[in-house]
């Protein structure tokens, strides 16, 4: 499967969650915030400039646009699309460590302790 071909699986496919768990959509630009995934829950980050914390555990996290800043606590899936975005994360959710799609330019994610 090309990498671009997983990526768009990754974005375009349902992510398993709880019927119950949160789903967090932010359009903003140069906004601070932070959401909590709970159990299970999903998160996209549309917009420029954002600095989002993600807290608890996330079927699947999105973002989108270009220079957000996004600290993931635990996730599954981590797609990024756009230009300079960074993203770090502490570990998967339910899984060992996230599957993670990178399209566009300049994007970075990385593990963190």
């Given amino acids: ?6 990526a768009c699986f990754l ?5 398993v969650a709880r019927a119950d768990a ?6 903003a630009a140069a906004e601070t915030v932070t959401v909590d995934c709970g159990d299970g829950g999903q998160v996209v980050v549309n917009g420029s400039t954002n600095t989002v914390t993600v807290t608890g555990g996330c079927a699947k996290v999105v973002v989108n646009g270009s220079a957000n800043t996004v600290a993931i606590d635990a996730a599954d899936k ?3 699309t756009g230009s300079g975005n960074k993203v770090t994360y502490k570990k998967g959710h339910t899984r060992k460590a996230p599957k993670v799609a ?3 330019t300049g994007n970075k994610v ?3 302790k």
Avoid: C, D, Q, Y
């Avoid at 949160?22 to 359009?27: F, R, T, Y």
């Fill in 102 to 104: 990178r399209l566009g």
């Fill in 110 to 112: 990385a593990r963190v």
């Fill in 11 to 15: 974005i375009l496919a349902p992510a």
């Fill in 22 to 27: 949160p789903e967090h959509v932010i359009n």
């Fill in 78 to 80: 981590i797609a990024v």
């Fill in 1 to 6: 499967m090309t990498k671009f071909a997983f």
